[in-house]
């Protein structure tokens, strides 16, 4: 049976101080799924997430919730509950009267609000938390109070706003499966907004991937990450050998300097393309065997893996092998026409090029601090 469209916007467009911010998008989301909204910072996710929670009024365009029209039903009135990246716990109150508040609010019988919390702090492993002071507690341990609290009034669609940011890299993987375990328990909807490609890619049942304020690409986590719709989304999910290429004919593209086998077809004959070769589906063989030669040009033990940069007539590929390959040496790609996937050009083209500046710690650089990470310029 198909499921119910729990949330739903149609024509959506935000701008502040005459920047664009989202740009006409349409996006549907499914009872009980677990949907991520992904992209960097400035891209229009938080927005969106927002303008679901009704923190933000879009300028023009309709939200609906089970059908119903929402733009103007206040936050406090939609069934939806937010869970933000500063965790805004209070203070001055335990862990039960965190958790409890929002029942208190609505009234709920003392009897009623002690079992609901109790079996709450339960699903979020917090059993036997209540009486402790929240300023005592771990980021870990404050962030499931946050989720507690979240969920105690029973919605029907969780907001998570880039919720694991503040956490190590070692808890935010245990929170990760925390929260995809809880999501399967509770079956309410969970809208999860990150930058973090593979947080998107282990926890989502879809996948949505915005750029400049519109949506490139909408799918599972297998399809986005095998079938990237345009270079952006290539680049921006794993790493990605992006190649000017030329589909000489329907299973025939070219780029290169060499034709190769491929499963594509659909395309104008001599159409120019964008070719994604990803480097874990490159094989390494001898150069005189190769489709493609090249000389190493640097090699980065990566624990199951080695990652190396190959340069072939001028651009720079990576290739995660485990292999070893010596610097200086000359080797040889074999490429099998799967791993060949051939996307229409887009205004993303050409903007993601080779690995020729690639560093570590460039890549860190590049990553917005989850400080700066509210997009308040949205």
Avoid at 104 to 124: F, H, Y
Avoid at 130 to 140: C, D, F, H, I, Q
Wanted: glycine share 6%; with cysteine.
């Amino acid at each position: 049976m198909e499921q119910t469209k729990v949330i739903e916007l149609k024509n959506i467009s935000k701008s502040y101080g005459g920047e664009t911010v989202l740009d006409n998008i349409d996006l549907y989301i499914r009872d009980k799924e677990f949907v991520t909204l992904l992209g960097p910072s400035g891209c229009g996710k938080t927005t969106t997430l927002r303008i679901i929670g009704g923190f933000e009024t879009p300028d023009q365009g309709e939200v609906y919730f089970d059908g119903v029209k929402i733009n103007d039903v206040p936050p406090y009135k939609r069934h939806v509950n937010t869970v933000f990246q500063r965790y805004a716990l209070f203070p001055h109150l335990n862990v039960f009267e965190n958790v409890a508040f929002g029942l208190r609010v609505a009234k709920v019988k003392e009897k009623e609000i002690v079992q609901k919390v109790k079996d709450t702090l339960a699903l979020v492993n917090l059993k036997g938390f209540e009486r402790r002071s929240v300023a005592t507690l771990s980021g870990g341990q404050q962030q499931r109070v946050a989720i507690a609290r979240a969920l105690v009034n029973n919605p029907k669609v969780l907001l998570l706003d880039e919720p694991l940011a503040a956490l190590d890299l070692k808890l935010r993987k245990d929170m990760q499966n925390e929260l995809k375990a809880l999501h399967d328990r509770t079956g309410i909807t969970f809208i999860y907004v990150t930058h973090d490609q593979e947080e998107a890619l282990s926890m989502s049942d879809t996948i949505v991937v915005m750029a400049d304020g519109r949506i490139q690409q909408i799918g599972t986590p297998t399809d986005i990450y095998n079938e990237p719709k345009n270079a952006f989304v290539a680049d921006f999910i794993g790493e990605s050998n992006i190649l000017d290429g030329v589909m000489v004919d329907d299973y025939r593209a070219k780029f290169a300097g060499h034709e190769f086998k491929c499963l594509d077809s659909g395309f104008e004959k001599n159409e120019p393309v964008d070719v994604v070769v990803r480097p874990e589906d490159v094989d390494i063989v001898k150069a005189e065997k190769g489709m493609l030669r090249g000389t190493v040009t640097s090699v980065t033990f990566k624990g199951v893996h080695w990652e190396i940069i190959v340069d072939i007539q001028g651009f720079k590929w990576m290739i995660q092998t485990t292999d070893y390959c010596a610097p200086d040496s000359v080797i040889g790609l074999y490429i099998e026409p799967d791993a060949i996937h051939v996307m229409k050009k887009s205004e993303y083209s050409d903007m993601f090029g080779d690995y020729s500046s690639y560093s570590e710690e460039f890549d860190e650089l590049s990553v917005a601090d989850p400080e700066s990470e509210e997009e308040t310029a949205e």
